[in-house]
């Protein structure tokens, strides 16, 4: 696996122009460390080597879940700030809710006719999602999602994906739609590859995964206040020592690792500089780190938050600019299918 990932590496570094990276986010709330430091440092990362990358901001995927339907605009809006703090370029980037763009929704149908309902069944990560979900029934657009997913990927013949294990069976299912569709009807879209993300789980301040709902998640767009207060309030351990040691110590590394990546220093290092000095000195580095490493983030969110109209033009602009390419695919589409009329 890890060879493979290298050598997409080494691809991407010598022609970005042959790659097109798809991506997004399901608009769930405020963007948080783990995210910077899982997803979207390396889609900026993509952005700047000159790879084409389109990101989705998934709102009508995120209907699965009825909490945050309720807030949806302000969420999207936010989300949309969180990507423009961390870096993501509106004029290098295509960024576009796919609720805007009816093309990409029609490519549901026919794609929803290749796959199988036991295959749909079968998706460990929709399953895991319907095992945690508080509603009483599943959805319909539950089971059907990863075929949606397909959509947004192959409306813009995206052939790379970067994502966390937990989407693999998704990519897999996009996979098996473009292979099925291009068997049937002939060669369309590009059958695309995964490329898994090599940056550690990083965990919240409780030691447990960093998820916003979990309450252990520092929020990019959180204030230094409300940063101090979270870290100040982590679990952390009897022994006064500090050490990084995920397997024995989850709470305690957590937050060294937080402070690691902030200072882009080694973990052990980090704690090695603590020693003695116990949890309080520990969770005043950590607070320092995080605060000072995402202050220039923070300012410009700030910025762009005070500019009238901006996330609306940036929206406006990308779901144009995915307009014309969906348009495009589902013209090929048609083509390929016979249904010109
Ligand atoms: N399912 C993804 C998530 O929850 C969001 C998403 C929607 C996505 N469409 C996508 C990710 C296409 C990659 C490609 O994080």
Redesign the pocket.
Known sequence: MITQTLSLEDRIAARPGDFRV?????PTGPLHLGHYFGTLRNRVRLQQSGVDLVV?V?DY?VLTDRDVAERLVPTVEGLILDYLAAGLDPDRATIFTHSAVPALNQLVLPFLSLVSVPELQRNPTVKDEIAHSRQSSVSGLMFTYPVH?AA??LFCKGNL?P?GQD?LP?VEVTRTVARRFNERYGPVFPVPEALLGTAPLLLGTDGTKMSKSRGNAIALSATADETARLIRGAKTDADRHITFDPQARPEVSGLVQLAALCLDQDPHEVAATIGAAGAAALKRTVTEAVNEFLAPMRARRAAYAQEPGLVREVLRTGNARANAVADQTLQEVRVAMGTLY
């Open positions: 798809l991506t997004g986010d399901r989705v998934a995927q997913q947004d990927i994906v994502v989407q998704h």
